[in-house]
Every structure is written in structure tokens, then in C-alpha cells.
């Protein structure tokens, strides 16, 4: 996790940046806490030893290291949470690109119904008295969107994924969110420029006003 030079000024918050693949959401954080004075926590899924795997297996045959993956992303990101919880007890707000939700979204696209069973149960049991995002910035794109922010950054483990995958990701985030019963802001990433301060600007105020009526 990574502190930014200013500190925040009222109650500590909790902010995340969730969406499909290629939404921009690692770039928005980090902008985010800067304005913000707050930690900026990454999703920690380059640490993950199954992943490569995982990218290497065909796709009829993933379904056999699907569960251990997914398994390996719960494990650490409840551990990031972890770290995240002592920063929010010091009067620190966080912003991360990511939230918990993230792996029960792919663990539906990724694992068999019985092993999704399975997974959700444990993931259940493991986010009991984790700290949640006071506030989840959903970024949504269409799917050619998406594609070519993905093909602009090159990640090789991304390099085989289509557009009609990309608009599952995007779909089943919307699905979740709609249902989830949390607070959340949606902005179109295709029409918002992180790297416009007028952008910026109006996205900080309008997450904050978000933040003070849930708070109300």
C-alpha cells in the first residue's frame, strides 16, 4: 500500500474502484487518493502463483484450476484487507482498485456451479469483520472500450481475452451492484478523462456528497 504525501483532513474513508478489465480502475485510484490524501491499496492478483497457470491452460480445460486460483486471489485479498483495516483504525482513508465483490464476480464467470458453492461459502466466512468500501466507484465500457485499453497496456495474461468476454465482466459487475444494496457511484469510463482536473474535480465532489449522505 502506498501513502500519499497529503493526509486527510475529516473521518477516515474507504473508497473502491471496481469494473471489468481495462475500465481504468488502478489509474483512477491512484488520481483519487491524491485528492483525497489517502493510502492508495492495489489488488494484489500479480502475486497470485496460480495465475499463469491458470492463462496457460486451455479454456476447456480450465475448469480444473480455476477453484485454486480463485482461492489464491480470496486468500490474498483478505489479507490486503487486513492491512487496510490497521490504516482505517489510524485515521487513514484508503482508496483501492478493487473491492472483495471483484472475486466473487469472477469466481461466477470462472468456476463450476459446485465449485462457486463451495467458493462463496468460504468467501463468506473469510470477509466476516473486514472493513467495506463506504463507497464503490463502478466504471463501466462498452466492450470495444475495454479491448483497447487492454490491448494498449500489453499484459501478456490479458492478450487472449475478447471482447465478448470483457462485456461478461462488465454485465455481471452491473448485475451485482444493482442487487448488492451498496453504495455506489457509476461513471462512464469511456466519456471520463482521468487526467482531466475538471473531471476530477467534479467526480471528488460528487463522491464526497455520496459519502455524506450515506453517512447521514
Not at 491524491?34 to 492495489?42: D, S
Not at 463507497?135 to 479491448?147: E, K, M, P, Y
Given at each position: 500500500m502506498q501513502q500519499s504525501r497529503e493526509q486527510p483532513t475529516g473521518p477516515a474513508m474507504f473508497a473502491a474502484i471496481e469494473g471489468a478489465t481495462g475500465a481504468g480502475k488502478?489509474?483512477?485510484?491512484?488520481?483519487?487518493?491524491?485528492?483525497?490524501?489517502?493510502?492508495?491499496?492495489?489488488?494484489?492478483?500479480?502475486?497470485?502463483?496460480?495465475?499463469?497457470?491458470?492463462?496457460?491452460?486451455?479454456?476447456?480445460?480450465?475448469?480444473?484450476?480455476?477453484?485454486?486460483m480463485e482461492m489464491g486471489f480470496l486468500a490474498l485479498r483478505v489479507g490486503a484487507l487486513r492491512g487496510i483495516a490497521r490504516h482505517l483504525s489510524q485515521a487513514s482513508s484508503v482508496v483501492a482498485d478493487w473491492a472483495l465483490i471483484k472475486s466473487r464476480a469472477?469466481?461466477?464467470?470462472?468456476?463450476?456451479?459446485?465449485?462457486?458453492?463451495?467458493?462463496?461459502?468460504?468467501?463468506?466466512?473469510?470477509?466476516?469483520?473486514?472493513p467495506e468500501p463506504?463507497?464503490?466507484?463502478?466504471?463501466?465500457?462498452?466492450?470495444?472500450?475495454?479491448?483497447a485499453r487492454v490491448r494498449g497496456r500489453g499484459r501478456g495474461i490479458e492478450k487472449n481475452l475478447t471482447e465478448t468476454e470483457l462485456a461478461r465482466q462488465d454485465g455481471l459487475f452491473a448485475a451485482i451492484f444493482a442487487r448488492a444494496g451498496l453504495n455506489v457511484v457509476t461513471v462512464d469510463a469511456a466519456a471520463f478523462d482521468v487526467f482531466s482536473d475538471r473531471d476530477m474535480t467534479a467526480l471528488t465532489a460528487r463522491l464526497l456528497r455520496a459519502c455524506r449522505r450515506e453517512a447521514a
Open positions: 488502478t489509474t483512477l485510484a491512484t488520481r483519487l487518493a491524491e485528492r483525497l490524501g489517502a493510502a492508495v491499496a492495489l489488488d494484489p492478483f500479480d502475486q497470485n502463483p496460480f495465475l499463469p497457470g491458470y492463462h496457460q491452460t486451455a479454456h476447456e480445460r480450465r475448469d480444473r484450476v480455476a477453484l485454486p469472477f469466481a461466477a464467470l470462472t468456476l463450476s456451479a459446485a465449485d462457486a458453492g463451495l467458493f462463496f461459502q468460504t468467501l463468506d466466512l473469510w470477509a466476516a469483520g473486514l463506504d463507497l464503490i466507484v463502478h466504471l463501466r465500457a462498452d466492450a470495444q472500450t475495454l479491448a
